[in-house]
């Protein structure tokens, strides 16, 4: 959401971003106002995964009490931070609910920034909907299904390309992340890897530096926190950062892999790169689908890792139809609206509201 906070911070506006304190160094060093609510929910998940990887962890009989504890929390602590910001408008993700229950209670006008398939009411209520019907009674909010599709909706910022996902009565579309300049293109094919901040535990990193081996090409794997152990198992192809900077490195690649995160995607499709999808959990099964589905890319399982499922892979989204697919996909990110001009179209829609 950064791209928008900043084109409304450069239109004259302040921006205070509020969430788990986890994220107080992360959004300070971009520039924002922080105020933490909640718990320091990122430090729970460096815990061991509760799930196995390549099963969603809302399968079978799901266990939702993490994302009550933290809801509620954030939600009793926003109340006392939206009164003393005492925002205009409030902008949230698909997946906060904490905040946005607060910013509704007070009355306050919310808008939604999609960042993940379009959670419909419906698709709520098939994932944790009767918890957050729970929570929303007690909160003195009005507690239908009908309830949780018209958080879902209110000013819904639109932020795939339209052939990824259509949403009807989106209140606008934008191109995130903006595309920046980045380094030039590369002569020849060079492979970007990230698994996100999750996956960097037990054998999986191996068993993806190992398939790595049989890629003859230049690759980037960011490897977060075991960057220094993993990097000393490396073949000379494989430069092991500690993260990525998508922004940064995506122009100077030709293909993706990843866990099939939305921004890790999104990033991809910017530049029109093909991306493999190693998906485990939450939406990414769907993301990965779309993008196979669009000829962009495929889908790789963590079960085909080691019988040289991924090198394959790789070696697919490098041929002419992949790339295709991926640069129809960035032109018509570069047809939809930029982070200011939705940011000029908030203000003026909340303005006239008043």
Not at 78 to 92: F, G, Q
């Amino acid at each position: 959401m950064s791209g928008l906070l900043r084109a409304l911070q450069d239109q004259g506006h302040d921006v205070v971003v509020v969430s788990s304190p986890a994220f107080r160094a992360f959004v300070e060093r971009r520039g924002f106002p922080f105020r933490g609510a909640g718990p320091p929910w990122l430090a729970a998940h460096r815990a061991p995964l509760p799930f196995t990887v390549g099963e969603s962890p809302t399968g079978g009989h799901p266990d939702y009490s993490f994302a009550e504890n933290t809801i509620g929390a954030t939600f009793h602590a926003a109340n006392t931070v939206l009164k003393e910001v005492s925002p205009d408008l409030v902008l949230r993700e698909p997946t906060e609910f904490g905040v946005s229950f607060a910013a509704e209670l007070a009355g306050l006008p919310v808008s939604t920034v999609g960042i993940g398939f379009f959670r419909s009411g419906d698709r709520l209520m098939s994932d944790g909907g009767q918890l957050l019907l729970r929570l929303r009674a007690a909160a003195g909010l009005p507690a239908t299904p009908a309830d949780l599709d018209a958080l879902s909706r209110s000013r819904y910022v639109h932020t795939t390309p339209p052939s990824f996902e259509r949403v009807p009565g989106a209140w606008a579309t934008m191109r995130a992340p903006d595309r920046g300049p980045g380094p030039a293109p590369p002569p020849g094919p060079r492979l970007l890897v990230t698994l996100g901040t999750l996956l960097n535990q037990g054998d999986l990193l191996e068993r993806v530096l190992a398939e790595l081996t049989h890629v003859r090409m230049p690759c980037l794997l960011a490897a977060g926190d075991r960057a220094g152990e993993i990097a000393g198992k490396a073949p000379p192809h494989v430069e092991v950062h500690p993260f990525a900077d998508l922004g940064t490195l995506a122009a100077g690649c030709t293909a993706l892999v990843c866990h099939g995160g939305f921004g890790s995607l999104m990033h991809a499709l910017g530049y029109g790169l093909p991306a493999v999808v190693v998906p485990y959990n939450a939406d990414q099964e769907w993301n990965a689908a779309r993008v196979a589905g669009l000829g962009a890319g495929c889908r790789v399982g963590w079960d085909e890792l080691g019988d040289g499922g991924l090198a394959t892979a790789i070696r697919h989204v490098h041929s002419p139809p992949p790339r295709r697919a991926a640069r129809r996909l960035a032109a018509e990110l570069d047809g939809m609206a930029s982070a200011a001009e939705v940011a000029r179209l908030l203000i003026a829609d909340v303005a006239a509201g008043r």
